[in-house]
């Protein structure tokens, strides 16, 4: 636990949440600025900030939580679909530096936008960028 993250503090019970799960590995809340109604934030326990900090048994004791937080979500409240995602890194939209997904419950017509530029790349960009990638993983 990291005494001056938010998220954290929520876990600790220091600070009050609407809480819809919790594990020995995670935890999940609704989030104070939801986007769309049923808007969750689903954490590991530990602190990282990153998903490439999490290992073992953390990763996939978060992993199956988000699942089952997700179809707790879609059971509840029936949406028409999901956006689920991690914002990794202040540039990405992270808020909190503590690692969450979000599940976003969506609805035709909810004003929710996800809309970005497409990136035009030469297919010799592909290939230098998936070879760079494939060569540290």
Request: aromatic residues 6%; charged residues 25%; glycine residues 8%.
């Amino acid at each position: 636990m990291s005494v001056d993250c938010l998220f954290c503090r929520i876990i600790a019970g220091e600070i009050p949440s609407y809480n819809v799960y919790e594990d020995e590995f995670a935890f999940a809340f609704l989030d104070i600025n939801p986007i769309a109604r049923g808007h969750t934030l689903v954490l590991p326990r530990v602190h990282v900030t990153k998903l490439a900090e999490l290992e073992g048994e953390a990763l996939s004791g978060l992993a199956a939580a988000l699942q089952r937080v997700a179809a707790g979500v879609e059971k509840a409240l029936e949406p028409e679909g999901l956006n689920i995602f991690i914002n990794q890194g202040e540039v990405a939209g992270q808020v909190i530096p503590h690692l969450h997904a979000h599940i976003v419950p969506r609805e035709k017509g909810d004003g929710v936008r996800f809309e970005t530029p497409v990136v035009k790349l030469a297919e010799e960009e592909f290939g230098k960028v998936s070879e760079l990638i494939s060569k540290t993983i």
